[in-house]
């Protein structure tokens, strides 16, 4: 099975701030790696498919590049509304793993 | 608009059965695979399968096959989820999701949308 390690577990920032996720994979997945961001109480939503194709409606300040084992989320210009935990999944392979997710916290 | 709608919390004791459905609607309902995804109190999602509701071909996460069973009806747009003997270690929130992909190159493939989620508590 593949694994899905994130880092950092959790972050600390502020408003405005320029805030990075990294997904590494345990073995290639090529570019087949999505991202979803999950408030408290609610389900995670999709962000970005494909390592780096933004969904339809998310704001552009949300980016992901990546291919092979290693990937990145950017959230440029933090909003408020983005204080939330963020998961990758690969879809390479069965079982399609997530990553353990990345808290983001307001410093 | 494509939604999927799970039914509603349950509490069950160790050793019951259960059964969690997921309906849904806005779309063809056969030509979409439907994934279940656990999460534990305070921890992270965990994919526990899908199932192409066309022909009812169904792929588990070895972590959960021969644990819990994923099945479908057309008839009814619906997705279940089931449990023949719950555990403690069962009490979750499940989500389901529609697996969405890019046609021509299926491996790129995405859970979109979710249901709101299933509280599931076992307890004695």
């Known amino acids: 099975d593949i694994q899905m390690t994130q880092s950092p577990p959790s972050l600390s920032a502020s408003v405005g701030d320029r805030v990075t996720i990294t997904c590494r994979a345990s073995?290639?997945?090529?570019?087949?790696l999505n991202w979803y961001q999950q408030k408290p109480g609610t389900a995670p939503q999709l962000l970005i498919y494909?390592?780096?194709s933004l969904q339809r409606g998310v704001p552009s300040r949300f980016s992901g590049s990546g291919s092979g084992t290693d990937f990145t989320l950017t959230i440029s210009n933090l909003q408020p509304e983005d204080f939330a935990t963020y998961y990758c999944?690969?879809?390479?392979?069965?079982?399609?793993?997530f990553g353990q997710g990345t808290k983001v916290e307001i410093k | 608009e494509v939604q999927l709608v799970q039914s509603g919390a349950e509490v069950r004791k160790p050793g019951e059965s259960l059964n969690i459905s997921c309906k849904a609607s806005?779309?063809?309902?056969?030509?979409?695979?439907i994934g279940w995804v656990r999460q534990m109190p305070g921890k992270g999602l965990e994919w526990m399968g899908v199932?192409?509701?066309?022909?009812?071909?169904?792929r588990y996460s070895p972590s959960f096959e021969g644990q819990v069973t994923i099945s479908a009806d057309k008839s009814i747009s619906t997705v279940f989820l089931q449990w023949s003997s719950l555990k403690a270690s069962d009490t979750a929130i499940y989500y389901c999701?529609?697996?969405?992909?890019?046609?021509?190159?299926?491996?790129?493939?995405?859970?979109?949308?979710w249901g709101q989620g299933t509280l599931v508590t076992v307890s004695s």
């Open positions: 199932i192409d509701p066309d022909d009812s071909d169904t």
């Open positions: 999944q690969q879809s390479y392979s069965v079982p399609r793993a």
């Open positions: 494909a390592a780096s």
């Open positions: 806005g779309y063809n309902f056969n030509t979409y695979w």
């Open positions: 999701a529609r697996q969405d992909a890019i046609i021509v190159e299926p491996l790129a493939n995405w859970f979109d949308p």
């Open positions: 073995q290639t997945i090529r570019s087949y």
